[in-house]
C-alpha cells in the first residue's frame, strides 16, 4: 500500500502540472487576446467618432433647411403686412362725398325767367372706418413673426 500511495504521488507531482497547465491559458495567450480586444476598441472608437459626426452634419442640415424656410415665411408674412396697410392706406383715403341738393326756383316775369338758386355747400367728406380685422391681423403676424425671427436666432446660435 506504501508502494501504491508513492506511485500514485510521483504520478501526480509529474503529470499534475501539466494538467493544470492545459486548463489554464499562458500569459502569452492572454496578453495576445488583450492586444485584439484593445484594437477592436480603437477600431469601434473611430466608427462610433465617424457616426457621431455624420449625425452632427445631419443635425445642422436640418437645422438650416427649417432656418431657410423660416425664414421664406417671414417674408411671405412681410409680404401680407405691406398688402395690408396698403389696403388699409387706400380705405382710408376713401372719402365718400355726401350729395347736396340745391333746390332751384324758377319765376317767369315776362319775358325773361328768373331763377333763384343757392350755391351748393362744399361736399362733407365722410370717412370710411379701417375694420379691427386687419389691426388684428397685424398684430398677429406680427407676434408670429416675432417668434419666428427668435427661433431662427436660437437656431443659428447667435
Known amino acids: 500500500m506504501a508502494l501504491l500511495l508513492l506511485l500514485f504521488s510521483i504520478t501526480l507531482i509529474s503529470v499534475g502540472p501539466k494538467i493544470v497547465e492545459s486548463f489554464t491559458s499562458s500569459s502569452e495567450e492572454l496578453e495576445l ?3 485584439s480586444q484593445n484594437t477592436q ?3 469601434l472608437n473611430k ?3 465617424e457616426l457621431t459626426t455624420q449625425i452632427i452634419d445631419n443635425q ?10 423660416e425664414a421664406e415665411i417671414l417674408m ?3 409680404e401680407l ?5 396698403n389696403e388699409m392706406k387706400n380705405q382710408n383715403a376713401l372719402v365718400k362725398e355726401e350729395e347736396i341738393f ?13 331763377v333763384a338758386m343757392s350755391p351748393a355747400p362744399e361736399p362733407k367728406p365722410i370717412k370710411i372706418e379701417t375694420p379691427q380685422t386687419n389691426q388684428m391681423m397685424l398684430e398677429g403676424l406680427s407676434k ?4 419666428i425671427k427668435k427661433d431662427i436666432k436660437s437656431k443659428s446660435g447667435n
Do not use: F, H, L, W
Open 41 to 43: 476598441i480603437i477600431q
Open 76 to 78: 411671405e408674412i412681410a
Open 47 to 49: 466608427r462610433v467618432n
Open 60 to 69: 445642422r442640415e436640418c437645422t438650416n433647411s427649417i432656418v431657410v424656410r
Open 102 to 114: 340745391v333746390n332751384r326756383m324758377e319765376k317767369y316775369d315776362g319775358e325773361y325767367p328768373r
Open 81 to 85: 403686412e405691406r398688402r395690408i396697410k
Open 33 to 35: 487576446r488583450v492586444q
Open 144 to 147: 408670429i413673426k416675432s417668434n
